[in-house]
């Protein structure tokens, strides 16, 4: 259980389903048999530019049936009408992990058995993150002098593949690009990046991390004057393929975002690199320093209380199902407690980028669950706020391709100030 919330520790375990695609299939040739209408009127897409299945043939037809059905068969009939779009059961897992934060390696006060067993035993996270300085700490030894040793045996040590997995990771300076860069291994033997001069990284170094397979760079505080990040000015060869976009008390999903830490620029946010074309998924992080990631900590109030936790969908609690997922971007960040998003595109997972003909509908599903209630849940559209609910579960048709390269992701926000984001989904005009 959630020592924040009593919720489980493991929200919405799934099962193995089919491709959203093959029951596509299967319902176009129920319809071919004449046994199920589709979402056909003609002048539809003349008239709207989204839609949902409340407005199918099926639906009306059961809404105008007459009087020769009780009404609890009509209610079945149109029930039956809408959830006939949707898609199946995932077919992948959700693990729930922190992505960010220190032991007295480096800045924090945890010694590493206790940071790990706070991630694991605490708050009962399947999945977490060590990322220490590289600098050790101001005037302390740097983590290559015998401290990285330290942690990549005890990532080891603290690993139950299929319980508990943890991440190789550490906190790298990246001045003029990213002054605060986390970079994750998809093992536990992985060497430090050391280049030209610590705490900096020329362009052609930044070029060769993120062109590498077995790391992933993930930025955080971007959008801050002292450690932030310019996506208006560097080329978007050069941004990562992730964004921390929620810590303790800090979003940078757009600029002045209500949940911001002391300062706030134009150009260091999650919008910024997306509308520059960035292919760039979210995550959270605590940036927890006290032992006490994953943890609600109400005596730091409002927002700051709540820690940055990331979600991910994969098959296995490992290190190559976790990595993998996150290379994917089949992820997304929240804050604090537990909460579910699954947010697919035309049977496309977050994260993914597909083509799609201009005259086809794009079928967008979503469904949030988390232990408060859902306040307002909101699809964001090219970097706008394109539909807005007050609940979390849906089916939307979108009929307008506005873009060659349209970007969705979810912002959802909770009845106790809770916020969370998906990763987006990229659509491409064919």
Same mark, same amino acid.
């Given at each position: 259980?959630?020592?924040?919330?009593?919720?489980?520790?493991?929200?919405?375990?799934?099962?193995?389903?089919?491709?959203?695609?093959?029951?596509?299939?299967?319902?176009?040739?129920?319809?071919?048999?004449?046994?199920?209408?589709?979402?056909?009127?003609?002048?539809?897409?003349?008239?709207?530019?989204? !839609?949902?299945?409340?407005?199918?043939?099926?639906?009306?037809?059961?809404?105008?049936?007459?009087?020769?059905?009780?009404?609890?068969?009509?209610?079945?009939?149109? =029930?039956?009408?809408?959830?006939?779009?949707? #898609?199946?059961?995932?077919?992948?897992?959700?693990?729930?992990?922190?992505?960010?934060? $220190?032991?007295?390696?480096?800045?924090?006060?945890?010694?590493?058995?206790?940071?790990?067993?706070?991630?694991?035993?605490?708050?009962?996270?399947?999945?977490?993150?060590?990322? *220490?300085?590289?600098?050790?700490?101001?005037?302390?030894?740097? +983590?290559?002098?015998?401290?990285?040793?330290?942690?990549?045996?005890?990532?080891?040590?603290?690993?139950? #593949?299929?319980?508990?997995?943890? +991440?190789?990771?550490?906190?790298?300076?990246?001045?003029?690009?990213?002054?605060?860069?986390?970079?994750?291994?998809?093992?536990?033997?992985?060497?430090?990046?050391? &280049?030209?001069?610590?705490?900096?990284?020329?362009?052609?170094?930044?070029?060769?991390?993120?062109?590498?397979?077995?790391?992933?760079?993930? #930025?955080?505080?971007?959008?801050?004057?002292?450690?932030?990040?310019?996506?208006?000015?560097?080329?978007?060869?050069?941004?990562?393929?992730?964004?921390?976009?929620?810590?303790? @008390?800090? =979003?940078?999903?757009?600029?002045? $975002?209500?949940?911001?830490?002391?300062?706030?620029?134009?150009? @260091?946010?999650?919008?910024?690199?997306?509308?520059?074309?960035?292919?760039?998924?979210?995550? @959270?992080?605590? !940036?927890?320093?006290?032992?006490?990631?994953?943890?609600?900590?109400?005596?730091? &109030?409002?927002?700051?209380? $709540?820690?940055?936790?990331?979600?991910?969908?994969?098959?296995?609690?490992?290190?190559?199902?976790?990595?993998?997922?996150?290379?994917?971007?089949?992820?997304?960040?929240?804050?604090?407690?537990?909460?579910?998003? *699954?947010?697919?595109?035309?049977?496309?997972?977050?994260?993914?980028?597909?083509?799609?003909?201009?005259?086809? *509908?794009?079928?967008?599903?979503?469904?949030?669950?988390?232990?408060?209630?859902?306040?307002?849940?909101?699809?964001?559209?090219?970097?706008?706020?394109?539909?807005?609910?007050?609940?979390?579960?849906?089916?939307?048709?979108?009929?307008?391709?506005?873009?060659?390269?349209?970007?969705?992701? +979810?912002?959802?926000?909770?009845? !106790?100030?809770?916020?969370?984001?998906?990763?987006?989904?990229?659509?491409?005009?064919?």
């Amino acid at each position: 259980m959630d020592p924040a919330g009593g919720y489980p520790a493991r929200l919405g375990q799934v099962i193995v389903g089919a491709s959203w695609a093959i029951a596509r299939n299967l319902r176009g040739e129920r319809m071919k048999k004449g046994i199920e209408s589709d979402m056909t009127h003609p002048d539809r897409k003349k008239a709207k530019r989204f !839609d949902m299945p409340g407005r199918s043939a099926a639906y009306t037809d059961a809404v105008y049936s007459g009087t020769s059905a009780t009404s609890r068969e009509l209610r079945s009939k149109m =029930s039956a009408a809408e959830n006939a779009f949707h #898609p199946p059961a995932p077919e992948y897992n959700l693990y729930y992990g922190e992505m960010h934060g $220190h032991s007295n390696l480096s800045d924090g006060s945890p010694d590493i058995d206790s940071y790990w067993r706070n991630i694991r035993d605490n708050a009962k996270l399947d999945f977490g993150v060590l990322s *220490d300085h590289d600098h050790g700490g101001v005037g302390n030894d740097e +983590l290559w002098k015998g401290k990285w040793d330290i942690i990549r045996t005890k990532a080891k040590e603290y690993y139950e #593949p299929g319980k508990f997995t943890t +991440l190789l990771a550490y906190e790298r300076d990246s001045y003029p690009w990213y002054n605060n860069l986390v970079v994750y291994y998809d093992g536990h033997d992985g060497e430090m990046l050391r &280049g030209v001069r610590d705490g900096e990284f020329m362009e052609r170094e930044l070029r060769a991390a993120l062109a590498r397979g077995d790391i992933l760079l993930c #930025p955080h505080d971007t959008y801050s004057l002292s450690s932030g990040t310019d996506f208006l000015a560097m080329d978007v060869g050069c941004m990562t393929p992730l964004i921390e976009v929620i810590s303790r @008390g800090d =979003s940078a999903e757009y600029f002045d $975002h209500p949940i911001f830490g002391g300062s706030c620029c134009e150009g @260091g946010t999650w919008q910024d690199a997306l509308r520059r074309g960035a292919r760039m998924g979210c995550i @959270g992080g605590s !940036d927890d320093h006290d032992c006490k990631n994953g943890l609600t900590a109400p005596e730091l &109030g409002f927002p700051r209380m $709540h820690p940055g936790i990331t979600g991910v969908w994969t098959a296995k609690n490992t290190v190559e199902g976790i990595f993998s997922a996150l290379k994917a971007r089949r992820c997304y960040g929240f804050m604090g407690g537990r909460m579910k998003i *699954d947010f697919r595109i035309n049977g496309h997972w977050m994260g993914e980028e597909f083509r799609l003909p201009e005259d086809e *509908d794009r079928v967008v599903w979503f469904d949030v669950e988390a232990d408060a209630p859902v306040d307002r849940l909101t699809l964001v559209k090219n970097c706008r706020d394109y539909v807005i609910l007050k609940w979390g579960r849906q089916l939307v048709f979108d009929y307008a391709a506005e873009q060659d390269v349209d970007i969705y992701y +979810l912002r959802v926000q909770l009845t !106790d100030g809770r916020w969370g984001w998906s990763s987006p989904i990229w659509v491409n005009r064919e």
